[in-house]
């Protein structure tokens, strides 16, 4: 099993554009999550989908959108990028959320 | 709301030395509680978790942490650090809400461990 992927592992960004960071699990959980991770901020919690075909707001969701597309793939997307959202990015999952398995992150620069 | 509380962004300790890494959490209900660790440059490994019963548990890697409800607090311990220790190392707190267990992270601590 390979756990929990994310592509791309790095990205650099101009002001405005766009991306999406994918994510995929196979350990056939229920909950996926987004997370990103800046010096001395620990991790915040973007969004989650506690379930294939729901999501919801973590703690710091703007500027950011997300897609359950189905029960594996969980996909994050700037439409319009910010220095701001400059950081690593890290999608995790679980069966029945208590103990989460990370992926292996994303390196984001927005220039 | 959960928050958890990490004292210390930095701790260095000696090779063989003690280490011991503080969490204090606030939860109004009982909480379940993790360490996580993060080697440079990867993603976040379980070192443990409570959630019920022994309060004393003992992880991977050599570390153990004691659930103190009195004190609200999870410290996490390993009799004698090792070079492969250095890492940082993050508390969590999990609450659930919208179907779903969702977990709040302290600001880490930085372990160095000194030769």
């Known amino acids: 099993n390979a756990g929990v992927t994310q592509t791309p592992k790095f990205q650099v960004l101009k002001t405005g554009q766009s991306m999406t960071l994918q994510c995929a699990q196979d350990m056939n959980h229920n909950s996926m999550y987004w997370y990103r991770q800046d010096p001395g901020m620990g991790l915040r919690l973007i969004y989650y989908s506690a379930s294939e075909g729901t999501t919801d707001k973590g703690e710091v969701p703007n500027g950011y959108n997300v897609s359950r597309l189905n029960k594996r793939e969980f996909s994050l997307r700037l439409e319009s990028a910010a220095p701001s959202q400059t950081s690593v990015y890290f999608c995790?999952?679980?069966?029945?959320?208590?103990?989460?398995?990370f992926g292996p992150g994303t390196r984001l620069t927005v220039l | 709301a959960q928050s958890v509380t990490q004292l210390g962004s930095h701790v260095s300790v000696s090779e063989g030395a003690l280490v011991l890494l503080r969490c204090n959490y606030s939860s109004s209900v009982p909480p379940y509680l993790f360490w996580y660790v993060q080697y440079p440059n990867q993603g976040l490994q379980l070192l443990l978790k409570?959630?019920?019963?022994?309060?004393l548990v003992k992880g991977i890697n050599g570390f153990e942490a004691e659930f103190k409800k009195s004190e609200t607090s999870f410290h996490l311990t390993k009799p004698s650090a090792h070079m492969s220790d250095a890492a940082e190392y993050f508390c969590?707190?999990?609450?659930?809400?919208?179907?779903?267990?969702?977990?709040?992270f302290g600001k880490g601590t930085k372990l160095s461990v000194i030769p």
């Open positions: 409570y959630t019920t019963g022994a309060t």
């Open positions: 969590a707190v999990t609450h659930s809400g919208a179907g779903s267990y969702q977990l709040t």
């Open positions: 995790a999952s679980s069966l029945r959320g208590v103990e989460q398995f």
